[in-house]
């Protein structure tokens, strides 16, 4: 912070490289879509056909009430981690955040392992807007807990301590202190929720796949995939563009607002005593048992199958011994796949995203951060079905789920590396380069090495959005390059008890590999994320 880094001539060349990465596997696929939904054609296709504004009234409402819920149920649990200090507070946001980083085909069945027909609780939810809430309420619990607490831990605390020596009451330091600094942060939770709600794709796929509970995400599947019918498609993926950069916009707008400077270290927070140690008791054990049981259901199910009466191993010989379709080529197949796509995906987001960041940082150019969260904001599978529509030869090849998955991915990198780029000591290469180091043997022998635990987690995270991939590789897919997620989510949704089985089975190999990856996460750098 504060520090005046010097330009670099790499860094305008390898900022033209990831400009021109974006523009050719973002940009032009969706200008493509847009020409195909006819621009303003397109929105008034989904306006006045009754099916089309219905799906897109239900992605609208589904998403607005799940927010509402959330932000909801999160604030709580906020305001209590940003308001005190307790033992393995650490530890304690870290589980919060695994469902947000775990593949959606892992959540969905976790859910459908707890709540589905053949759940644990004996309760049927499949096809409601219950579980549809409860599943969106799982993912982004995290979210809103993470970006509104550690806004108020940075910048409310002392401001508190000043109104309790002033005389204010708790509740009004919580009215009149505490919810108005909160306010900025909490639009901005609510923004980026409303957002990945709206283009539920996993979630309603796995656990409500009745027509009258799709998604626009989910139609533009059907559309798709399914139907063959690409003009309806391209209108509601117009559709949804739109409202997602109108969404979008009012998130970086907001977000801007969350740079609340600091003159001193954060207040040293207490630890709570009294009723507001039985208050933070209660939310975390609600959102222990909220992020647990789908996974703790997964887990059960996936050794204990329904209907075996006991621990049995069904799951895992079905994987081997089951129909091979055109989403199941065998469990081998899906997992050499995924692992070989994550790993392509991973080296390409690195480079993208290290070349985005390091041209904000050391070509300083800054509208090139805002440039690369573009892809944050795109739906998977609108992404994919414009690789149809704009590459058909690499959507059907070998390279167009790779190329896809570090799309989605790179924007990740690049918050994991912006912060030690930033970081790096402006005099440390000053004196390399009075040393006589050209641009890019101070790239390679100073940069890069410093730089190797942010890199670590960059190309981790980029792993992790590449294993738990869906929406593009099912868009995408073919008997040959089926992932683990797509293999998942052919197995669930075919009858029977084995076949059920057996996804439950893949869906928790996924997670324990995304487990794996998490562990690296925690172990390396910080990022912006």
């Keep these: 912070m504060g520090m005046h880094h010097p330009r670099s001539a790499a860094a305008p060349w390898l900022g033209s490289v990831a400009i021109l990465f974006l523009a050719a596997f973002l940009l032009y696929p969706l200008a493509v879509i ?8 397109g929105i008034a296709a989904v306006v006045s056909d009754p099916f089309l504004r219905g799906r897109a009234l239900f992605s609208t409402g589904q998403a607005l009430l799940s927010t509402l819920i959330t932000v909801a149920l999160s604030l709580p649990a906020a305001l209590l981690f940003a308001r005190f200090d307790f033992p393995g507070k ?19 069945s976790g859910f459908l392992a707890l709540v589905g027909p053949r759940g644990l609780f004996g309760l049927d939810l499949r096809d409601t807007l219950l579980v549809i809430l409860l599943a969106h309420l799982f993912y982004n619990f995290a979210l809103v807990v993470r970006i509104l607490g550690s806004h108020l831990e940075a910048v409310a605390p002392r401001l508190s301590e000043a109104a309790a020596l002033l005389g204010a009451e708790p ?37 409500a796949p009745a027509p009258h509970l799709a998604t626009l995400e989910v139609e533009i599947y059907r559309q798709t995939a399914q139907l063959l019918n690409l003009d309806s498609a391209a209108a509601l993926a117009l559709f949804q563009l739109a409202v997602v950069g109108l969404v979008g916009w009012l998130y970086t707008v907001v977000q801007a607002r969350l740079a609340v400077p600091l003159t001193a270290r954060p207040a040293r927070l207490p630890r709570p005593s009294g009723g507001a140690g039985w208050w933070l008791a209660a939310a975390l054990a609600v959102a222990l048992v909220l992020v647990l049981s789908p996974l703790l ?52 987001a690195l480079f ?29 599978v609108t992404l994919g079905f414009g690789y149809l529509l704009a590459f058909p030869a690499l959507a059907t090849s070998f390279w167009g789920i790779p190329v896809a998955h570090a799309l989605i991915g790179f924007p990740f990198v690049a918050r994991s590396v912006l912060p030690a780029l930033r970081a790096l000591p ?15 043997a101070l790239l390679r022998r100073v940069e890069l090495p410093l730089l190797t635990p942010s890199l670590v987690t960059a190309a981790s995270f980029a792993f992790a959005v590449s294993l738990g991939e869906f929406g593009a590789s099912l868009v995408l897919t073919r008997p040959e ?30 997670m324990v590999l995304t487990g794996i990856v998490l562990m690296m996460l925690e172990r390396f750098g910080r990022s912006e994320i």
């Design 426 to 440: 402006p005099n440390l290469i000053h004196a390399a380069r009075t040393l006589g180091s050209n641009p890019i």
């Design 171 to 207: 509740r009004r330091i919580l009215l009149r202190v505490t919810l108005p600094l909160a306010a900025p942060a909490l639009l901005a939770a609510a923004a980026l929720v409303f957002i990945l709600t709206f283009t539920s794709f996993g979630v309603i796929l796995i656990l």
């Design 90 to 108: 650490r530890l304690w946001r870290s589980a919060f955040t695994v469902p947000f980083v775990l593949p959606t085909i892992v959540a969905g």
């Design 34 to 41: 847009l020409d195909r939904g006819g621009w303003g054609v």
């Design 297 to 348: 259901a997964l887990t059960v199910q996936a050794f204990r199958p329904p209907g075996t009466g006991g621990p049995s191993l069904v799951g895992f010989r079905a994987l081997f011994e089951g129909q091979r379709t055109i989403g199941f080529a065998g469990p081998w197949l899906g997992l050499i796949n995924s692992l070989r796509f994550a790993t392509l995906s991973a080296g390409l």
């Design 481 to 510: 390059f089926a992932t683990l997620p797509v293999a998942i989510f052919d197995r669930l949704s075919r009858p029977g008890a084995t076949s059920y089985a057996a996804g439950l089975t893949l869906a928790l190999v996924l």
């Design 352 to 380: 993208v995203g290290f070349a985005f960041a390091y041209a904000v940082v050391r070509a300083r150019w800054r509208w090139l951060d805002s440039l690369s969260l573009l892809p944050l904001g795109t739906s998977a």
